[in-house]
Nanobody
């Protein structure tokens, strides 16, 4: 049974940083692309970033490129998203997803609020 548990969200000031984590279980983590997506209040789910199974390939939405860094630790079955230079527009519920496509999340997500 696939389980994804996000953590690390919270309140940050504009220009600040947060690091999100996603603990994965129930599948062979290193065999899969992993994706971060987010949903802002009143908006559709938006793809943020994805990473290949062994972490060699990383991809970012234009809105976060240069500010966010995706990474993974396959030994710990954990996905990360380092978020720097945060903006109020980054406020959203962040989800990690198994695979390379942005599908409906089955996890709780972690809430990120960027406000002064």
């Amino acid at each position: 049974q696939v389980q994804l548990v996000e953590s690390g969200g919270g309140l940050a000031q504009p220009g600040g940083s947060l690091r999100l984590s996603c603990a994965a279980s129930g599948f062979t983590f290193s065999n899969y692309f992993m994706t971060w997506a987010r949903q802002a209040p009143g908006k559709n789910l938006e793809w943020v970033s994805k990473i290949s199974g062994h972490g060699v390939g990383t991809y970012y939405a234009d809105s976060v490129k240069g500010r966010f860094t995706i990474s993974r630790d396959n030994a710990k079955n954990t996905l990360y998203l380092q978020m720097n230079s945060l903006k109020p527009a980054d406020t959203a519920l962040y989800y990690c997803l198994k695979g390379a496509t942005t599908t409906t999340p089955g996890s709780q997500g972690t809430k990120v609020t960027v406000s002064s």
